[in-house]
């Protein structure tokens, strides 16, 4: 088999996020919250050429996901995969830009970018028609799957024989309880449609695992109310517990917050 599918966290969390996707020919960000000028400056860490780049895809209009969309495509000019809801929800935020870029998807058609093969799915979240990920090429398939409230059956059918997969571990309940939040908006995240705790990431792992994911980067953690080290370690628990070994049966690593991830290959 030749090629590769590599992919790196550029950001991750609710100050923003994107994630690189590139095969040798060609590569994909999913999300834009991140700066144009972080944008350049995360390509040239990684060694990518922008000139690669032939698309955006976008998983839901929070600001975390969006926030330098509207300047990334005016300044890369790549065509922005969305659907209509979403589109329509992040349209006020983006600015001027050519409309000739956009390509309306809809969740669970495939659809292909140079070598890649892209299908979108829903997941719960409150954003107006949220989804996450699949990227495929021959080397197999990369799952992106943060923001949302759980996980269900078209979760883990969307996701099953991806053998890399970022998840969201947003938080931990503790700290989520204790933590200073006012009430509602702890209720929110804790909802079905707010974001995945550390316990329902390492139930969901265990899951992937079993449909033969290898890989899980652990994604979207809260500033405020998880650590990355409790993050890894309650989901390293969950895995073992289900009688898991790390290193034999999966790796477990947590995207980088405001920083590149070390890029992982497929
Ligand atoms: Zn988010
Ligand atoms: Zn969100």
Redesign the pocket.
């Known amino acids: 088999m030749v090629g590769y599918l590599r992919t790196s966290a550029l950001r991750s969390g609710s100050s923003g996020n994107s994630i690189l996707v590139s095969s040798d020919q060609s590569s994909v960000l999913i999300d834009t919250g991140i700066t144009g000028k972080g944008l350049a400056c995360a390509l040239k860490d990684l060694d990518e050429s922008p000139d690669k780049l032939k698309g955006i895809l976008i998983?839901?209009e929070?600001c975390?996901?969006i926030s330098g969309l509207g300047v990334i495509l005016r300044r890369y000019k790549i065509p922005l995969f969305i659907n209509k809801d979403t589109l329509k929800a992040a349209m006020p935020s983006l600015g001027k830009f050519d409309p000739d870029l956009i390509r309306v998807i809809y969740p669970e058609e495939k659809i292909q970018i140079d070598d890649l093969e892209i299908m979108a799915f829903p997941v719960s979240?409150?954003?107006a028609a949220?989804v996450g990920y699949t990227i495929s090429s021959e080397r197999g398939s990369v799952g992106i799957c943060?923001?949302l409230g759980y996980t269900d059956e078209r979760v883990y059918k969307a996701l099953a024989g991806s053998k890399l997969c970022y998840l969201e571990a947003n938080y931990d309940q503790e700290l989520l309880k204790l933590g200073s939040y006012p009430l509602r908006l702890k209720e929110r995240i804790a909802s079905h449609h707010g974001?995945l705790s550390n316990d329902e990431s390492g139930l969901a792992c265990i899951r992937l695992l079993e449909q033969g994911t290898e890989k899980i980067i652990l994604s979207h953690l809260s500033l405020e109310n998880n650590f990355p080290h409790l993050a890894l370690l309650t989901v390293n628990d969950a895995l073992t517990n289900a009688g898991a070994k790390e290193g034999l049966d999966y790796q477990l690593t947590a995207a980088r917050r405001f920083d590149v991830s070390e890029p992982q290959e497929i």
């Open positions: 998983t839901h929070h975390d996901h979240h409150d954003a949220p943060t923001d974001h």
